[in-house]
């Protein structure tokens, strides 16, 4: 019964204590000393004694004493204290998250993105922009060789790629399947093919992607683990333009299937059975370790991670 009433009395006096007489004791429990505590808090002396003895009598007990020169803490100053530590650090963060909420609604977010990803990135930006209409976004689009120019001179928030560089300075997390598939016209030969070999594949017309890009990179590596070399009819810098070439029958290709979606289901393009593919790869969002993310960039990443890309 004591002391639930001591308990009560506790609670209700601490009431009278505030934030200022807080941060008085919390600077002076780590100081230890008046005076110093009153130059860091550009205040009195007395100023910060006052303040402190209030504090003590809201709280009922004393909270430092002095043995000769020395200040020291009580048990109850003790216990005060690790509590200011742990309101103001607490404060800090709610500092940090309001900051982190204005960033958010009035920031800007800069993403670059592989030319293959421009077949969902904009739609994704477009609904991610609905929850935060205000934040400007700036997306340059390019192939992998630039992208990844970009990331080493630190020019976005975020990067979007189709296979990470090998880099321990990055981190990188997958968000979605992006297999690469072959295609052809639809009136090809091998089209219906049941499992048509690399190697037969390889003596076909192939039109492939310009250096530098992360596709051409994949269906160069793809031929070479087969022991086939390629046959590169025609070189072109887009998929639009591979995919004009392949739909006008001017050969083959080996594409990502988010770039070829539509052609796909409007039949102007057909896929070609081929052992080994498609080659299943991931989309990757990447961004350098060290880089502090904005509060924009944190939102689109989780964004993406808990989107559906198809
Ligand atoms: P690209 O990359 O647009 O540079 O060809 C695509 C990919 O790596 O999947």
Not at 130 to 138: G, H, I, N, R, S
Not at 142 to 163: C, K, M, V
Request: hydrophobic content about 45%; overall charge positive.
């Amino acid at each position: 019964m004591y002391f639930s009433y001591k308990i009560n009395y506790h609670l209700m006096s601490l009431h009278h204590a505030t934030l200022h007489q807080l941060r008085i004791f919390n600077t002076l429990a780590r100081h230890m000393s008046v005076a110093r505590t009153a130059r860091v808090m550009h205040l009195t002396p007395p100023a910060i004694s006052i303040q402190v003895k209030q504090l003590a009598e809201a709280v009922g007990q004393p909270l430092m004493e002095q043995v000769g020169k020395q200040l020291y803490l009580t048990e109850t100053g003790k216990i005060v204290a690790a509590a200011c530590r742990d309101i103001f650090d607490r404060l800090e963060l709610l500092s940090q998250d309001l900051a982190a909420v204005e960033g958010l609604r009035k920031g800007c977010l800069r993403l670059a993105a592989l030319t293959t990803a421009q077949y969902f990135i904009p739609r994704m930006l477009s609904a991610f922009s609905e929850e935060y209409p205000e934040l400007d976004v700036a997306l340059f689009v390019g192939n992998r060789e630039a992208i990844l120019d970009r990331l080493s001179r630190n020019e976005d928030d975020l990067y979007i790629l189709g296979q990470p560089p090998d880099s321990s300075r990055i981190l990188a997390e997958p968000f979605a399947p992006n297999p690469l598939v072959a295609i052809a016209c639809p009136d090809h030969p091998l089209v219906g093919r049941r499992r048509v070999t690399p190697k037969r594949l390889a003596k076909e017309s192939f039109i492939a992607r310009e250096h530098g890009s992360g596709t051409r990179l994949a269906c160069e590596s793809f031929f070479a683990r087969h022991g086939v070399a390629l046959n590169v009819r025609l070189e072109l810098g887009s998929n639009e333009a591979v995919k004009q070439s392949v739909a006008a029958g001017l050969g083959v290709s080996i594409v990502s299937r988010s770039a070829v979606q539509a052609e796909l289901s409007s039949g102007e393009i057909a896929l070609l059975d081929v052992a080994g593919l498609p080659l299943e790869r991931q989309w990757y969002v990447v961004r350098p370790e060290k880089k502090v993310q904005t509060a924009a960039a944190r939102a689109f990443q989780s964004f993406l991670l808990q989107a559906d890309t198809g």
